[in-house]
C-alpha cells in the first residue's frame, strides 16, 4: 500500500539557519510528489510538485525538493529560513490510478529569531 | 485565491444535527475530491466524483454522503453527527479523471460538532 512517512513531527530552527524536512514514501510505481504548506487555521498551499525529470524540483518562497529513487525520499529544503516560514508541512504522494493524495503525518515549524 | 470555493468557512452543530458542505471546483475542472483533516486521523482522502459520477472512495464513513450536480459544484453531507467529525474537511479539484498535475485545494470548512 502506498504510505508517506514524515519522520519529524516537530522541528525549531532559528531564522536563517537551513532546513530539510524529511519525507520517505512506499510506492510500486513512480510516484507524483508534493509538498505543502498550511499556517494555523488556513488552508494547504502547494510548495512544489515532482511528476518526472529534473530530481531537484524548485518551488515557491525559497523551498526546493530532490527525489531520491534509491532511497524513496523527497526532503525539502530551505538553505535561509525566515520567521513567516513557521507552519506545518505536509508531504504527499499521488496515487495515479485513483488520482488521490496520500499525506503525510506534518511536520511543524517553529522558527527563532 | 485558488479558483476552488468553500462554503462555509465555519460550521458549529450539535450532536446528531446534519450539515452540507458546499465546493465549486475551479473553472473548467470536472473532478472534485473530498477530504478530512482531525487531530487524531491527519489529512485523508474521502471521495472523488468526476463529471457527476463517483469515481473513488476513501475513508468515508456511511454516515457521510457526497454527490456532485450538473454545474459541477459538489456537496458533502455529514449526518448524525458525533464529536469525533470535528475537523477541517477541504475540498479539491481538478481538470480530469487524472488531474493531480492541476490538483488545487480549497481553503476548507472548519466544522465543529458541540
Known amino acids: 500500500a502506498q504510505s508517506v512517512t514524515q519522520p519529524d513531527i516537530h522541528i525549531t530552527v532559528s531564522e536563517g539557519a537551513s532546513l530539510e524536512l524529511r519525507c520517505n514514501y512506499s510506492y510500486g510505481a513512480t510516484p507524483y510528489l508534493f509538498w505543502y504548506v498550511q499556517s494555523p487555521g488556513q488552508g494547504l498551499q502547494l510548495l512544489l510538485k515532482y511528476f518526472s525529470g529534473d530530481t531537484l524540483v524548485q518551488g515557491i518562497k525559497g523551498f526546493e525538493a530532490e527525489f531520491k529513487r534509491s532511497q524513496s525520499s523527497f526532503n525539502l529544503r530551505k538553505p535561509s529560513v525566515h520567521w513567516s516560514d513557521a507552519a506545518e508541512y505536509f508531504c504527499a504522494v499521488g496515487a495515479y490510478n485513483t488520482d488521490k493524495l496520500i499525506f503525510g503525518t506534518g511536520t511543524r515549524l517553529q522558527v527563532f529569531p | 485565491d485558488s479558483g476552488v470555493t468553500q462554503t462555509p468557512k465555519h460550521l458549529i452543530t450539535a450532536t446528531g444535527q446534519r450539515v452540507t458542505l458546499r465546493c465549486s471546483p475551479r473553472s473548467g475542472d470536472l473532478s472534485v475530491y473530498w477530504y478530512q483533516q482531525s487531530l487524531d486521523q491527519g489529512l485523508q482522502f474521502l471521495i472523488q466524483?468526476?463529471?457527476?459520477?463517483?469515481?473513488a472512495k476513501g475513508n468515508i464513513l456511511e454516515r457521510f454522503s457526497a454527490q456532485q450536480f450538473p454545474d459541477l459544484h459538489s456537496e458533502l453531507n455529514l449526518s448524525s453527527l458525533e464529536l469525533g467529525d470535528s475537523a477541517l474537511y477541504f475540498c479539491a479539484s481538478s481538470v480530469g479523471a487524472s488531474g493531480l498535475p492541476r490538483y488545487t485545494f480549497g481553503s476548507g470548512t472548519r466544522l465543529t460538532v458541540v
Open positions: 466524483y468526476y463529471n457527476g459520477e463517483e469515481r
